[in-house]
């Protein structure tokens, strides 16, 4: 299988207008556009995809976290973080056009996001980063962008992948968490590709 887009290669920069947050005092808002992605070559006998999209340089420890005078180290620990959970995508589908899935930030999440008919989303982990948070607190459903620590001394890898499966839907509901996806997944991914960008608030 192989998995593109028209925004960025792999192992390139995001573009600032897919991502969350951008630079500005230290950080603003983006665009927070869902990126144009395209896939072919799926095996004989699949029946559906699933796409996922995991930061795996999350700091492990939030002690420095956008704060003033510190830098999150190199060589602390990371965690992964998730960004998009979409199953039951059809099988005659190999294309999103950007901003087809989310055009713009939802505070609080979006509960009902746009997908191919039949397509489920998962829960993004800003539902845990924004807990507790009177304004932006909530259920955030679908593809939310990039948006690392701005004091982050790392570059931020985005790992976008498309699974092919055997079956042609998986036993979900909306705002399922990655640990239930993967799950759902085993013994029923013929294939995948993987299409990784990177993305920094830090200038470095």
């Not at 399922?176 to 085993?186: I, K, S």
């Not at 013994?187 to 990177?198: I, R």
Request: hydrophobic share 35%; net charge negative.
């Amino acid at each position: 299988m192989q998995l593109r887009s028209d925004d960025f290669t792999h192992g390139r920069p995001i573009p600032v207008a897919n991502a969350f947050g951008k630079p500005g005092a230290p950080v603003a808002l983006s665009d927070n556009r869902s990126p144009h992605l395209a896939w072919k070559d799926a095996p004989e006998g699949t029946r559906s995809f699933v796409l996922t999209c995991i930061d795996t340089d999350v700091p492990s420890c939030g002690d420095d976290v956008n704060k003033e005078g510190r830098v999150v180290p190199a060589d602390l620990p990371r965690v992964e973080f998730v960004h998009w959970l979409m199953a039951n995508i059809p099988e005659e589908c190999g294309e999103l056009g950007e901003g087809s899935c989310c055009d713009g930030i939802t505070p609080r999440g979006k509960r009902d996001p746009i997908g191919p008919p039949g397509s489920v989303q998962g829960l993004n982990d800003y539902t845990g980063w924004f807990a507790g948070d009177a304004e932006m607190g909530g259920d955030y459903l679908g593809y939310d962008g990039p948006c690392p620590p701005w004091n982050d001394s790392i570059v931020h890898h985005y790992h976008f992948r498309i699974h092919a499966l055997d079956v042609a839907k998986l036993d979900l509901r909306g705002g399922f968490t990655l640990a239930q996806l993967r799950e759902a997944m085993h013994g029923h991914v013929l294939a995948e590709a993987e299409l990784m960008g990177t993305y920094t608030i830090n200038p470095l």
